[in-house]
Structures are given as structure tokens and as C-alpha cells.
T-cell receptor, first 117, second 114 residues
Framework: GAVVSQHPSWVICKSGTSVKIECRSLDFQATTMFWYRQFPKQSLMLMATSNEGSKATYEQGVEKDKFLINHASLTLSTLTVTSAHPEDSSFYICSARGTGQGAKGYTFGSGTRLTVV | AQSVTQLGSHVSVSEGALVLLRCNYSSSVPPYLFWYVQYPNQGLQLLLKYTSAATLVKGINGFEAEFKKSETSFHLTKPSAHMRDAAEYFC????????????FGKGTRLSVIA
């Protein structure tokens, strides 16, 4: 079945530095990537939607200059948290949809636990 | 806009007892519905999904859910709980276009008591 590889699985960074999270579709072409954030004991909140080759669409309240999303190819999408602060500590998960999957397939990455110290 | 409401943020059952996790949806168009399970510090695992075929959907690990349009519900059940079922469960909804993201409920934490 469809697989999305997300890494790193966890990362600790210092406040003020940037962190890049990658999601790769291994056996299908991911035309759309959704990025979610999950705070402890809470649900997944959509941050942004990106289509390959286009600028990402951000949800209200999500700073596009802070959470940079790149979806330059059909197999790779990245989320860069710039100038990270402790309040950005969270669990980030990507979800990919691709060609041929129809409306039934949302393939999730395994998530990245970001801790900013 | 689509949404799902999960009734009960925490459900506790005894091992061997029936598991019932409730989910009601709101959608102006016929939706697709999903149940996911999340273990601590892990990603999401798809349990089952409703995509307008049979209204009773069987999933992995002995779980099943029934789509009831009249009640706008998609409750998740399992006849006999195991200790390993203890996790967070999320109900989610999408439209049928394939162009929209999943919208998740707030989640229900299932505890299984020995």
C-alpha cells in the first residue's frame, strides 16, 4: 500500500534555530500534502495544504513566514519551522493524497515530535 | 463545512467488555468517514473507513463501525476489549471530491482495565 516516510521522528532544537521536517511518498505521487499539528492530548489541527508546484494554502492563524512549506516534487514535501520557540513544540504530521488513490486514500507519515528548548 | 463530534473525551472499559466510541458528523454533502487509532508518540493508523459501499464497515483489530444516515452517526465498536486497545481514537470526515483535508474530531481516549 501507499507509504509516506516522515523524518526526523523526533528533534530537539534550541530556541531561535530552524528545523526542517520531510515527508516522502515512497510508492506513489503525492499531488497534495496536508500538514497537521497536534498539541499534547489534543486533536490534529490542519496547518496548511500544499499542491505540487504551487504555493501552500495556510489555515487561519498559521504564520506562513514561520512555517515554510515546500512541495517542489511529487514525492517530497517539507515543512520548515523557522526561528523556533518553545511554543512551537508539538507533534507534526503530514498526510498525502496522490494520483489514482481517489477520495479514499489519505496516507499519513509517522509524525515528528519537535521540542524547542 | 464538515465536522465530527466525538462524544466523551475518555472512555474506560473492562477487559473483555464491549467498546463503544461515539462519533456524529455534520456535512452538507454525503461524506466519507474514517476512524484512526493513535498510540502514544506515534502517528495515526487507519482502523476503517466508510466510502459509501456497505454501511457496516469492518476494520482491523476486530473493530467495526456502522454508518447511520438517519442519526448522522458513525460509532466505532468492538465486542471484546483487549489491553492493547488502550489508545487515542479519532473520528474524521472528508468530502468525496478528494481535494479537501480530513477534519478530525477531538479524540477519545480509551482505557482498558484488567
Amino acid at each position: 500500500g501507499a507509504v509516506v516516510s516522515q523524518h526526523p521522528s523526533w528533534v530537539i532544537c534550541k530556541s531561535g534555530t530552524s528545523v526542517k521536517i520531510e515527508c516522502r511518498s515512497l510508492d506513489f505521487q503525492a499531488t497534495t500534502m496536508f500538514w497537521y499539528r497536534q498539541f499534547p492530548k489534543q486533536s490534529l489541527m490542519l496547518m496548511a495544504t500544499s499542491n505540487e508546484g504551487s504555493k501552500a494554502t495556510y489555515e487561519q492563524g498559521v504564520e506562513k513566514d514561520k512555517f515554510l512549506i515546500n512541495h517542489a516534487s511529487l514525492t517530497l514535501s517539507t515543512l520548515t519551522v523557522t526561528s523556533a520557540h518553545p511554543e512551537d513544540s508539538s507533534f507534526y504530521i503530514c498526510s498525502a493524497r496522490g494520483t489514482g488513490q481517489g477520495a479514499k486514500g489519505y496516507t499519513f507519515g509517522s509524525g515528528t515530535r519537535l521540542t524547542v528548548v | 463545512a464538515q465536522s465530527v463530534t466525538q462524544l466523551g473525551s475518555h472512555v474506560s472499559v473492562s477487559e473483555g467488555a464491549l467498546v463503544l466510541l461515539r462519533c456524529n458528523y455534520s456535512s452538507s454533502v454525503p461524506p466519507y468517514l474514517f476512524w484512526y487509532v493513535q498510540y502514544p508518540n506515534q502517528g495515526l493508523q487507519l482502523l476503517l473507513k466508510y466510502t459509501s459501499a456497505a454501511t457496516l464497515v469492518k476494520g482491523i483489530n476486530g473493530f467495526e463501525a456502522e454508518f447511520k444516515k438517519s442519526e448522522t452517526s458513525f460509532h466505532l465498536t468492538k465486542p471484546s476489549a483487549h489491553m492493547r486497545d488502550a489508545a487515542e481514537y479519532f473520528c474524521a470526515v472528508s468530502d468525496r471530491s478528494g481535494n479537501t483535508p480530513l477534519v478530525f474530531g477531538k479524540g477519545t481516549r480509551l482505557s482498558v482495565i484488567a
